[in-house]
C-alpha cells in the first residue's frame, strides 16, 4: 500500500510539475519552442525497459532503464519492474520521460549518450515511438526516436559483457528491422 501511495504521489508531483512548467516558465521567446506541441495529454508511471538479450532456448530477461553514476544503463530488471519515470505523452505524439528520483529528462545532445537534463520540452528531449513489435513475453516494444536528431535509444553492451551486465544507453542510428537493442517498453508494475 505505501508503494501505491508512492508511486501516485511521485506521478501527481511530476504531473504538477510539467503543468507549472508549461504555465509560468516554458520557453516561450525561443521560436523553435513554439513549433512543438506542449499540451500533455496523459501522464503514466512506467518502467522504461528492454527485452535484453535471448539465453539460448531461455526467456529474455528485462532490462530496466536507470541512472548510474556514469550515465544511463539498462540493468537487469529481475522479477519486479519499478515506474521510476513518467511517460508524458504529448500531442502530436511524442513522449517526455521524466526520472522520478530526480526530476530530470530523457534528452540527447549531439555525440553524447542519451542523458538526464533539466526539462526543457525541446526537441532533444521529445521522444516518437515507431516500429511496434511484440515480444516472446507479450509486451510490446517500440524503437525511441529523438526528434532533435533521428537517432533511436539504444542499448549497447560492453564487448564481452555477460547478459546480466548493465549495458549503456546510448543513441544510435534507428535500424530499418530493429533486433533487442532498440526495443523499448513502458511497463507498469503490477
Partial sequence: MARLTGAGLAILLAGV??????????????????????????TQAVGLVNPGPAASGA????????????GLSFTSAGQQVGANWTAD??????????????????GSARGTPAALQRC??????????????????????????????????????????????????RLERCQAAPDWHQLIAFVTPS
Fill in 89 to 106: 505523452q504529448m500531442s502530436g505524439g511524442t513522449y517526455i520521460f521524466i526520472y522520478l528520483p530526480n526530476g530530470l529528462c530523457l
Fill in 120 to 169: 526543457s520540452l525541446q526537441a532533444n528531449q521529445r521522444w516518437a515511438p515507431e516500429r511496434q513489435v511484440t515480444g516472446a513475453n507479450g509486451v510490446a516494444y517500440s524503437q525511441l526516436r529523438n526528434l532533435s536528431d533521428g537517432r533511436c535509444l539504444t542499448a549497447v553492451a560492453a564487448a564481452g559483457a555477460a547478459s546480466s551486465t548493465p549495458t549503456t544507453a
Fill in 17 to 42: 510539475g510539467v503543468a507549472a512548467y508549461l504555465i509560468v516558465g516554458g520557453n516561450h521567446a525561443r521560436p523553435d519552442a513554439s513549433e512543438l506541441p506542449a499540451k500533455v495529454l496523459g
Fill in 59 to 70: 526467456d529474455p530477461q528485462m532490462l530496466l532503464l536507470l541512472a548510474a553514476r556514469d
